[in-house]
Structure formats: C-alpha cells, structure tokens
C-alpha cells in the first residue's frame, strides 16, 4: 500500500495531503497553478449565502447587522473582493463617504482589473471633492435690514381714508339698488299675474301661434336621446394610430385611446354589418390586437372592446371586451381555425355581454 505524503498549510499549519490544491481546514490556496476563479481562496462560490444575506439586511436597512455579516467573511478570507465592496455599500447608504471611499480604495487595490470598482471609487472621490468645494465657499452676505423706527405714533395715510371712503359709499350704493328692486318687484308682481289670468281665461295660447310678425318664433329645442353616444376627442396621436387600424381592418369604425397616466391602449371596434357570431367577434378581436402590436412593437398589452349597435339603432353596446397580451400572440391568427381562436382567449382575460344574444348555436 502507497503512503500518502502529506505537507503543512501556511495559512493555518493543519496537516493535509501533499496533493491538495486547497487546505481542506481553512480553504486557503495551496497551489499558484489552481487559476480557476470560482475556486480560488475565499472565492464568492464559497461564501455566496452569507454574501446573500449581508445584501438583504443591507437592503431591509439592518446596516450593523450586515456589516457583521461581511466581517466575518474577511476575518476568514481577507481578500474576498465582494464583502470589500459590499461593505463600501453599507456606508453609503448610511451616509459615511469617507469609510465608504476607504472600502472602494481597498478593493480597487486587490483588483486592479476591475473596472466597475474603479468607477464606482472615481465616483465617490468626485461627490466628495464636490462636498468639500461648497463647504468651502463663503457664505453669501445678505444686506442688512434697516432697523424699524421705535416710538413712531401711527397716523393713516390719506389713501387709506380714501379706501374707506369709497368702501362706504359702494355699500350704500349697493344696499339702496337691492331695495329699489325689491320695491318695484313687489308692485309689478300682482299686475302680471291679473294680467295672464285673464289672457288664460279669454284666449288660450297656442305654441303654434306667432303674435308679433317682427318677432318670429324659435323652434322648440329637441332633448338629446337617451343613450346617444356622446363624442369622443382624440389627441393627433390618436387620431394618426386610428386612421392606421381603419385603413387594415375590415371594421366599420376603429377608435384608439391611451390612458395618459400609464400609457396603456385601448380600442374600440363596431360593427353593423353581418352575423353576429361567437367565432366571427373573438377572430375580429384578435386581429384588431395583432394589427394593433404589430403597428405599435412598443406595446406589451392592449384592451380591445367591441362594440355593436342597440335594437333601436340609437346608441352603441359593449358586446365583447378582452385584454391581449404580446406575449400570447401568436405568429399568423388569420391561419388559425375557429377552435384555436376560442382556446387563444382562454388565456387572455375576456368578458361577454349576456344581454346581447348571439346566433343559435354559436355560443
């Protein structure tokens, strides 16, 4: 049987194989030909949890506690550039510059290579210098203020008694016109109405019936219809993108809103013309949001809502509504079958109108 030869770990003097590349007791490096990183001394591959755990008590604000975390990692692996910069984060964030330079020049000095360290330690220096520069300019002088005369015995302007003056008279003013009106009200109240009490009794009137010949009447004002459909205003956008729908749809009308505070789409679809059925409405749906995406490449979602008319052709109703995303889209829906059509929207949120009734047998 072959004896194992076994050799000493400079770092902590335990005794291991001489073939070892690391110390199987502390981890330090044993061989300067071992060039792979992830297993190098105190590599992150050997510390990733407690790396991972310093950076989430740093993020919940539980700063010593992180700190600590990270100590502990060097006092074991002294040149892990990690827990260096990490810490220089936790002193940032709490406001410390100069300790969190000292942790970015520490591991700018182990890894010179490192780009990210060295801008991140360039950057610090500049806030700093930029700190000291406005601490070190003189502060700004301000004029003194002229101290206020004392034992100055108040007298008013003549503007002021001026504005008073006038303040009285447009209250008298005001307050003697209310009561001449009122007055001349109630004078003329009791004529009027002997006078239209008789005009009533002696000769009806007729809306139809024009009196005075330089005075024609007016038509009479028609209410507006219950249910008709208010107007809608488009900004130049949306009018451009609604032109671009209308001009690739097979569709009577193509509206296009945005939402201004979350910059989401919308459209609004109708339809006269045809059957409606179940297949014919999901297909007309789904190619007004593939056009839609497809014109727009920046849209991840859109709302399409279809719209058909009323039994007494007075307004619209709201017949199917279905938000589309892109990431569900398939590549060519005019190729798809009206199975593959309906099973599209069962993974895309979707709701129908029960009062307007399609085809039999449709739905």
Partial sequence: MREMTTTTCSKCFAEIAETSAFCSECGARLKEDTVDSLYSEGSDREVY???AKANLLRMQGQ??????????ILRRYPGNETAHALLGDIHLDQGQLDDAIHWYEMVSDMAPANVMYRAKLDQLRAYRAAQEEQRLKPPIELPAAEPAPTNVPYTPSARLWIYALLGIVSLIL???AFLTGRRLGE??????????TNRAA???PSPSTNTNPSNPALPPVSPPLPGAPIPILMNPSEIAFSNALQQKLNVSRVIALTNPLSGEWALRLRIDTGALTEERVLREVLMA???ALELKPE?????VTLFVPDQQQVSDEMLFSAQVQRANLPLNPAQMTDDEVKGFFQTNRFQWNPAIPLQPGTR
């Fill in 49 to 51: 949890p407690e790396i």
């Fill in 63 to 72: 700063y010593p506690e992180a700190e600590a975390v990270c100590i502990g």
């Fill in 174 to 176: 005001i307050v003697s």
């Fill in 187 to 196: 004078d003329k109240q009791p004529l009027e109405n002997t006078t239209n």
């Fill in 202 to 204: 002696s000769q009806p």
């Fill in 289 to 291: 949001a593939f056009t």
């Fill in 299 to 303: 849209l991840m979602t859109i709302r």
